[in-house]
């Protein structure tokens, strides 16, 4: 394999960009000529392709979201959109592709893979919801900006003898959520894995608040039937049975913003490399990820078969630390 080009899809998650540098700079190690995708499908459907090379990914380490940009393509859902976008590539000598995102990104690569098409995705999303790797590329770096948000509403919190409800990511996958309250000490979590009664937090503040504390912290994911809006729509009327006068704080897009940590972009400067090792030893149409703190890959057929869910015990854990 002589020519690949690299895109990046859905949803911008920080190390991306360490992960594109490790592409490129790996596959001219392979003597392969790489090339970028400008705006994910949207750029592959439009033929938007820029040869990179090891200097045109200099001083992209250590910067957040993608610097081949992403953007939405509906055209690329219809199989025209995917026979054109494999015409494209064909046109360009383009002989292998990798993918880096989340689940959407990963349902485009596995559909071009169907077609015949040599292509190898790399585990990029903030959610942690992707299965075939235990933590993917931009988790790291988004639960500690989450964690600092946290932090800080604790001394506020703590100043003015008020309870919180923080909501974070988590459209489907409550993993954000759920570290965020465990490391960041709060009396629930809320997660669109559990199903959560409204009044059991209710009471979950209480205790805080007869228990002699001069604060209370609730983490909740997005997309739980009580998030954070909801949860203080069900409090407004009767916020003296919470003991706490009671704020909320969306934290919204921020999660995805700022630095990557060294432990995203060493995790994505292995799966880069994963990624063009994957061509050249001859297996495509996987997913590379983290897998017991070891590379692995996972068929793309069996990525997007399969649910990735949290593990019980962590779930359980939060419940029993938040007392």
């Known amino acids: 394999m002589k020519r690949i080009a690299v895109l990046t899809s859905g949803g911008d998650a920080p190390g991306m960009n360490a992960a594109i540098r490790s592409v490129v700079r790996v596959g001219i190690e392979a003597k392969m000529d790489v090339y970028g995708v400008n705006r994910g499908y949207a750029g592959l459907v439009g033929g938007s392709f820029i040869q990179l090379r090891a200097r045109d990914v200099s001083g992209i380490l250590e910067k957040g979201g993608s610097f081949l940009q992403s953007a939405r393509c509906p055209e690329f859902k219809t199989e025209e959109g995917q026979m054109k976008a494999l015409h494209v590539l064909r046109e360009n000598g383009i002989e292998g592709l990798v993918v880096i995102g989340g689940n959407g990104s990963q349902t485009g690569s596995y559909a071009l893979s169907k077609r015949g098409f040599p292509v190898v995705g790399i585990a990029s999303t903030i959610d942690n919801d992707l299965y075939g790797s235990d933590i993917t590329i931009g988790v790291d770096t988004a639960l500690n900006v989450i964690l600092e948000a946290v932090d800080r509403l604790k001394i506020t919190a703590s100043s003015h003898e008020r309870a919180f409800v923080i909501e974070v990511m988590g459209r489907d996958c409550g993993y954000l959520a759920l570290m965020a309250g465990i490391a960041g000490g709060a009396e629930a979590v809320i997660i669109p894995e559990v199903e ?40 407004s009327d009767n916020h003296e049975r919470l003991g706490f006068e009671l704020r909320v704080t969306i934290l919204g897009h921020v999660q995805r913003g ?44 069996v990525v997007n078969s399969r649910k990735k869910s949290l593990d019980p015990r962590v779930v359980n854990l939060a419940r029993v630390l938040a007392k």
């Open 258 to 301: 700022g630095t990557p940590s060294a432990f995203d972009r060493i995790l994505a400067s292995r799966l880069g490399e994963a990624a063009v090792n994957a061509f050249v030893e001859g297996e495509p149409g996987v997913l590379v990820g983290l897998v017991n703190d070891q590379i692995a890959r996972t068929p793309l057929d």
């Open 196 to 235: 959560t009664d409204p009044e059991l937090v209710a009471e979950e503040i209480r205790s805080a608040y007869e228990r002699g504390k001069n604060h209370a912290l609730v983490v909740v994911a997005e997309g739980a039937k009580y998030n954070a809006t909801r949860l203080a729509s069900y409090f």
